[in-house]
């Protein structure tokens, strides 16, 4: 999957906003999900994108819906209480991330609680 910078920027300033806690994130009713080879494979109908999601992605996608920054956060972050300090920062950052380019791609879109 591809995000340009431009996009990538734009998310970031969306999830360190204020209102972080007040939107809520669902998945997108024209995405379409298979499991090949035992990784989730998105279709976005809209865009006719296709999106592969490894296993940390897969985890939290499968947190994602109606649920806000934090309680995705608090669900996907509690498979990971033995981690060091750096990794589970790491494990934070990647939440972020694949959230948005999850966004980015229109697999799921977040709105006000």
Do not use: R
Not at 27 to 52: H, W
Not at 95 to 103: F, G, H, P, R, T
């Amino acid at each position: 999957m591809y995000i340009d910078d431009n996009s990538a920027q734009k998310m970031n300033l969306i999830l360190n906003m204020p209102v972080l806690g007040e939107m809520k994130y669902y998945i997108n009713g024209n995405i379409k999900q298979d499991i090949i080879d035992g990784d989730i494979v998105l279709y976005n109908e809209d865009t006719e994108v296709i999106v592969t999601l490894n296993e940390t992605a897969s985890d939290i996608w499968n947190e994602v819906d109606g649920k806000t920054f934090e309680e995705i956060k608090k669900s996907f972050l509690s498979h990971y209480k033995k981690l060091s300090t750096a990794e589970y920062e790491l494990a934070q950052s990647d939440l972020k991330d694949v959230l948005e380019k999850l966004i980015d791609t229109g697999c799921i879109i977040c709105t006000k609680e």
